[in-house]
């Protein structure tokens, strides 16, 4: 008996020196994140680490940098690119990118609430006409780009009213059902009505939180230690007239093989083989009726409560190609006018790029803004972010 209690003191104080060392380690961590903050840290495309974490992105708000959170549409090689123009002649804050294929309203207004964003955030939003495409959020894609510690937070933010939370759970909760080993479908049924099921599983989820926690400080620190010499960033000093005359010519040079007016490359690869199958692939899709929606107005409704006034850059698409692929102009201006009506419900400064579907060198391929589109995006934000 002596010898097992002995064993148990043992473990009991081995546990408690790995926790305080984990503990300061942490505080190193984080006080390394504040020290080493990196510009080229924020302009990696799709970072998990960055984009799925709470310490480096609230150090960039900190700063006052610009969050723009988007899509595949951030992935763009282009020079007018945002990462490439800030700052600038008009505005003196750098960007930060967040988003990858398949991230939407949704997961933004997570991300957002855990952040905790307040009138004093920078906050721009690419709305994104792809999105509107299926009646229905994948399954499969918000998973792989949710973050389980965003969510945490989100819910722990005090400033989001009970009613916007149960909301989200609730679409969280139908979107990872049936997941498997998905802790979050069991978080969201958390609430008061089932209090001997919460009083269960809470101590499992405070230790999950403090983990995970611990994990994004870990990550992020060793993240910027990487780019620890490449931490300064070069204020773009061209004039916009300059930049404009610069992305024509590039542009006029990308574009010589197509009538689409999309990279050459891209062209050849994506679009020339397949021809006769894109012909009127999308007729008969509603861009109206998208779970989306409902979504893009979650994400409104908490900017609004956390008193955000975010930048929303409602993204028109190639009109050439929508054309051939069976989504015709009347069908996309009706769900611009859809968003941009929404946006003004809720009063945000917003851009609505319809008028230039069919501007030569705009977009870089089918979907995606390009040389122009994001020189123009680009010099908005600018201005808004003065």
């Not at 974490?53 to 007018?80: A, M, N, P, W, Y």
């Not at 089932?194 to 870990?218: R, V």
């Not at 994506?270 to 994400?299: A, H, M, Q, T, V």
């Not at 809720?346 to 319809?354: C, E, M, P, V």
Request: aromatic fraction near 14%.
């Amino acid at each position: 008996m002596n010898k097992l209690l002995k064993r148990m003191v043992l473990a009991l104080i081995s546990l408690f020196i790995a926790i305080f060392i984990l503990f300061i380690y942490y505080k190193y961590a984080i006080k390394n994140i504040e020290n080493n903050y990196s510009p080229k840290v924020m302009h990696l495309y799709s970072n998990e680490t960055r984009d799925k974490g709470i310490q480096i992105l609230k150090q960039g708000l900190e700063k006052e940098d610009i969050l723009l959170l988007g899509s595949s549409d951030l992935r763009i090689k282009v020079d007018q690119n945002p990462v490439n123009l800030f700052p600038n002649n008009t505005s003196n804050k750098n960007i930060i990118i967040s988003g990858k294929p398949r991230v939407q309203s949704l997961l933004n207004l997570i991300k957002l609430g855990a952040l905790d964003v307040n009138k004093d955030s920078n906050i721009g939003v690419i709305v994104s006409l792809q999105w509107f495409m299926r009646s229905k959020v994948e399954k499969a894609s918000f998973n792989s780009n949710f973050s389980e510690l965003q969510f945490y937070k989100f819910m722990e933010n005090n400033n989001i009213s009970e009613n916007l939370k149960d909301k989200v759970a609730s679409r969280v909760f139908n979107l990872t059902n049936n997941v498997a080993n998905h802790n979050a479908t069991v978080y969201t049924q958390l609430d008061d009505s089932h209090k001997i099921f919460q009083k269960a599983f809470n101590p499992f989820f405070n230790f999950q939180k403090w983990f995970l926690d611990l994990q994004d400080g870990y990550k992020s620190s060793f993240l910027l230690d990487r780019y620890k010499s490449k931490n300064q960033k070069m204020k773009n000093e061209k004039s916009w007239e300059e930049l404009k005359e610069l992305a024509e010519k590039q542009g006029k040079a990308s574009v010589t093989n197509n009538d689409m007016f999309v990279d050459d490359k891209y062209y050849s690869r994506e679009l020339k083989p397949n021809l006769k199958d894109l012909e009127n692939k999308y007729k008969g899709i509603d861009l109206l009726k998208s779970d989306e929606f409902n979504d893009l107005e979650l994400l409104f409704e908490l900017c609004q409560q956390l008193g955000v006034k975010p930048f929303i850059i409602i993204e028109s698409t190639n009109g050439y190609f929508y054309d051939y692929a069976g989504i015709n102009k009347e069908q996309r201006d009706k769900y611009y006018d859809k968003v941009s009506q929404l946006v003004e419900k809720f009063g945000f400064k917003y851009i609505d790029l319809r008028d230039y579907e069919y501007e030569k060198y705009f977009y870089f391929d089918a979907m995606h803004l390009g040389w122009k589109g994001w020189l123009y995006v680009s010099k908005e934000m600018s201005e808004y972010f003065q």
